[in-house]
């Protein structure tokens, strides 16, 4: 996919920028807990001080504030976390600012003319670092691009050229491995992927919907009924798809989760759940096959964990596929969100090939084929008749 790169705008030098950044990063009690996605867009802005951007003004939502000033989602941490890291790579900070979370105002959502008009006051050149938020076709992601010359910033540019090769020119085998709870969430997801990939490998709360389209009892599992048919063709369309032949459960009444104290009885069953006992993770049997298909591939992509992995009595088959991941000789490929967490969590994150930083934007670009915020960048090069590459 061609999108004009910053080499591609107008001389920097002198001039104001908007640069879209997407610094929605995981909090606890106003802590960053993990601050990659403001780490990694200080390239593009070093590059473009460097070049000497007269000044850049970042922009970013944080959380999801419906259209009002919320103090839960007060930028500052953020900030001082951008003022640090720039300092720390040498940058002029004087000449950078972050401006008010986007979405304390509801044009931001609304794709509003007025909010994109107060947001390119002033401002001569637009970078959309933001992949995370690509999928947003919201007013600081489409609208700059609809008037100022505009170019993907190195994160984006970089997330899309990852994502282009895995889906258009994978080395094979070609293995995806997808978890998470829910099968409505990702039919779109699963039905691009097995058109691309040699195996498909199916985890997590979505698991129990194949298993049960396979005639398999489920206990008291997450099951979507409305789903079954639609995992039943995908089972048929001979592809080769791996489900756990084993899972771990709870007993009846047990009760796991944030806040919830840690009871009832564990077992590994399977693959059929007995009734009333609810499957959390994979087995170690299903953990151990798995890791084999991913160790033994040339690219892995691999996106939502096996089981509830925040609890240590559901985390090992989440674990056993993140370390196949790390030391897979594959190029491999995570998606954001639960994924990257559950890896930053085992320690893991920087023994993969490529973490992206948006997990809903990586999936719908598979999906789709295609992004709201990428679309606008690839317009404003044809219309500004930059060297779109
Ligand atoms: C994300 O964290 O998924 C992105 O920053 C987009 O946020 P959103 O899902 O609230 O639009
Ligand atoms: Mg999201």
Partial sequence: MRLPQLEDLPDPAGRRLLVRTDFNVPMADGVITDDLRIRLPIETLTWLLDRGAAHLTVCTHLGRPKGHPDPRYDLAPVRARLQELLAAAGADTGRVTLAE?????????????????????????????????????????????????????????????????????PKRPFVAVLGGSKVSDKLGVLRALIEKVDTLVVGGGMCFTFLAAQGHRTGASLLEPDQVGACAELLASGRRILLPGDLTVLSPGGTFGPGCPATGEVRQ?????????MGLDIGPGSAADFADVIEETATVFWNGPMGVFEDPRFSAGTRAVAEAVAASPAFTVVGGGDSASALAA????????????????????????????????????????????
């Fill in 101 to 169: 979370n986007l979405r304390f105002d509801p044009g931001e959502e609304a794709d509003d003319p007025a909010f994109v008009a107060r947001l390119v006051e002033g401002q001569e050149l637009y970078v959309d670092d933001a992949f995370g938020a690509a999928h947003r076709a919201h007013a600081s992601i489409v609208g700059p691009p609809r008037t100022l010359p505009s170019a993907a910033g190195r994160v984006l540019a970089r997330e899309v050229a990852v994502l282009d090769r895995l889906l258009h020119d």
């Fill in 346 to 389: 085992f320690g893991l994150a920087d023994r993969v090939d490529h973490l992206s930083t948006g997990g809903g934007a990586s999936l719908e670009l598979i999906e789709k084929g295609d992004l709201p915020g990428l679309a606008a960048l690839r317009e404003a090069a044809a219309r500004t008749g930059s060297a779109a590459r």
């Fill in 269 to 277: 069953v399977g693959p059929d759940v007995p009734d009333g006992w």
